[in-house]
């Protein structure tokens, strides 16, 4: 079993944080210390370098079918990318199709990631139609290591179900100690917006923003927690983006209520001036859209008070060439935005570097809270003994620039073309294998593994 003793690195957890050593055998972390008095097959000198646990992205969309294409990321460039991005480890939604078995959209996922993933992945299965044969294959998802479940309240006719539908799927989820987590936006509403402005002739980006306005979210926020505090489910609220929608977390908390957030890295850097380009605003076509700057004050705020728990992605790519197939009505943009790969050099220069969040706290919304809530720790999310050997070294201070034309991503695009960050990833482990070295990948095609995840452990 081949060893690695990674040297004199600034290790830093969720809560710790010293200059140390860390020892790997085969996959395993097995020693953390000062000065290992160990010998080692390989070696590692992490001097002046910060080293974290592998970044954990729960929101990623990979070869997904989605408005009549499909994203352009699948499970082994999308995986590649985000091990040279530190994520070491993704959870992609696996979507039912209506009238379809829960058990029919899993086999299909597993032919796209099995033997192809380059990263360790896990899946969550999204309910698009919750009768009594789906409800009887809960259980089944939970023993496959399957334990949360996504709603959309939007989308109607394709994957959002109703508010019965909703009730049902909780208790039977609670039942089995899962999770259930919410695309939360008011889709009737949503929907009669578009069809409003589509009416005026109102056909630009611009139009995707104003067609899911605030309300929209907070709305269906409050009312998904009003039906998780009745059925007493673990609830979780995806790619979150704004204010009155937290605000309804906050309402929440008073009755002692714990609903999980995600936010996503582009609601905590990005803003919806962006839509006000017709030539390229489709670019940040998504749902929900961009917001404003008081809701990114609001993100940020909202981490530090721990009301935010996770920094995902919602990872889910076009090629600029899909994205134009709206050129001339905004609904018809496929919705997504590249980001699988950027995630944590983002947050770390904007949010670290710029001192909106401490080290630790980086950790926790990268890795290790998305380990404890989707059940992954602590062979996740951690650097401990015992725990898979997913590392990251840093270089706090390097410089580099974001560029489609640098970027392992399969999109023709950045979303953030240009931008300026400090602080770069060196080295990536997982498992105890060097995958990402010096910005060329080490392991292969197939290297992924699926991660059969447990209960919820925050």
Same mark, same amino acid.
């Given at each position: 079993m081949a060893s690695l003793l990674l040297k004199n690195g600034r290790v830093v957890t969720a809560d710790s944080d010293a200059v140390c050593d860390v020892l790997v055998e085969g996959?395993? #972390?097995?020693?953390?210390?000062?000065?290992?008095?160990? !010998?080692?097959?390989?070696?590692?000198?992490?001097?002046?370098? #910060?080293v974290v646990p592998g970044g954990i992205d729960p929101h990623v969309h990979l070869d997904m079918p989605f408005m009549g294409?499909?994203?352009?990321?699948?499970?082994?460039?999308?995986?590649?990318?985000?091990?040279?991005?530190?994520?070491?480890?993704?959870?992609?939604?696996?979507?039912?199709?209506?009238?379809?078995?829960?058990? %029919?959209?899993?086999t299909e996922w597993q032919g796209r990631a099995t033997g192809t993933a380059v990263g360790d992945y896990s899946f969550h299965m999204a309910v698009t139609d919750f009768n009594p044969a789906t409800k009887a294959e809960i259980k089944d998802m939970v023993a496959e290591g399957i334990t949360s479940f996504?709603?959309?309240?939007?989308?109607?006719?394709?994957?959002? #179900?109703?508010?019965?539908?909703?009730?049902?799927?909780?208790?039977e989820v609670r039942q089995h100690g899962g999770l259930v987590t919410a695309h939360a936006t008011n889709g009737d509403m949503?929907?009669?917006?578009?069809? !409003?402005?589509?009416?005026?002739?109102?056909?630009?980006?611009?139009?995707?923003?104003?067609?899911?306005?605030?309300?929209? =979210?907070?709305?269906?926020?409050?009312?998904?927690?009003?039906i998780a505090n009745y059925t007493d489910?673990?609830?979780?609220?995806?790619?979150?983006?704004?204010?009155?929608?937290?605000?309804?977390?906050?309402?929440?908390? =008073?009755?002692?209520?714990?609903?999980?957030?995600e936010t996503c890295i582009q609601y905590l850097l990005l803003?919806?001036?962006?839509?006000?380009?017709?030539e390229e605003g489709g670019k940040w076509v998504m749902s929900p859209p961009l917001r404003e700057k008081k809701d990114q004050a609001t993100?940020?705020?909202?981490?530090?008070?721990?009301?935010?728990?996770?920094?995902?992605?919602d990872h889910c790519p076009f090629m600029w060439a899909q994205k134009l197939a709206g050129k001339d009505d905004f609904s018809k943009i496929p919705n997504g935005h590249p980001a699988i790969e950027h995630r944590? %050099?983002?947050?770390?220069? %904007?949010?670290?570097?710029?001192?909106? #969040?401490?080290?630790?706290?980086?950790?926790?919304?990268?890795?290790?809270?998305?380990a404890k809530i989707f059940g992954m720790f602590p062979r996740k999310g951690t650097i401990s003994i015992g725990a898979d050997a997913d590392l990251v070294i840093f270089d706090p201070t390097a410089t580099h620039t974001i560029s489609a034309a640098t970027h392992h991503m399969n999109v023709d695009y950045s979303a953030y073309e240009g931008w300026e960050l400090t602080g770069k990833i060196d080295t990536v482990l997982l498992r105890g294998q060097v995958a990402v070295d010096g910005g060329e990948t080490k392991v292969g095609r197939g290297y992924g593994q699926f991660i059969k995840r447990g209960k919820t452990a925050f």
């Open positions: 996959e395993t #972390i097995v020693a953390v210390g000062r000065n290992l008095p160990v !010998q080692a097959d390989h070696i590692i000198d992490a001097t002046g370098k #910060i294409t499909f994203s352009s990321d699948t499970h082994e460039t999308g995986t590649r990318a985000a091990l040279h991005g530190g994520t070491t480890t993704v959870i992609d939604f696996v979507l039912q199709k209506q009238g379809h078995s829960l058990r %029919e959209a899993l996504k709603t959309f309240m939007a989308y109607k006719g394709a994957l959002m #179900i109703d508010d019965a539908q909703m009730l049902g799927l909780m208790q949503i929907d009669t917006l578009i069809a !409003q402005h589509r009416a005026q002739g109102k056909l630009t980006p611009r139009y995707h923003y104003l067609s899911q306005p605030e309300v929209t =979210e907070a709305e269906a926020s409050g009312r998904f927690a009003d489910v673990n609830a979780y609220i995806v790619h979150l983006t704004c204010e009155g929608a937290l605000n309804q977390v906050r309402r929440a908390t =008073e009755r002692n209520q714990r609903v999980f957030v803003d919806a001036s962006l839509y006000d380009n017709e993100l940020w705020a909202g981490i530090n008070q721990g009301l935010v728990q996770v920094v995902g992605t944590m %050099e983002l947050l770390f220069s %904007e949010g670290v570097s710029k001192g909106r #969040i401490s080290l630790q706290k980086f950790v926790e919304v990268t890795s290790t809270n998305a």
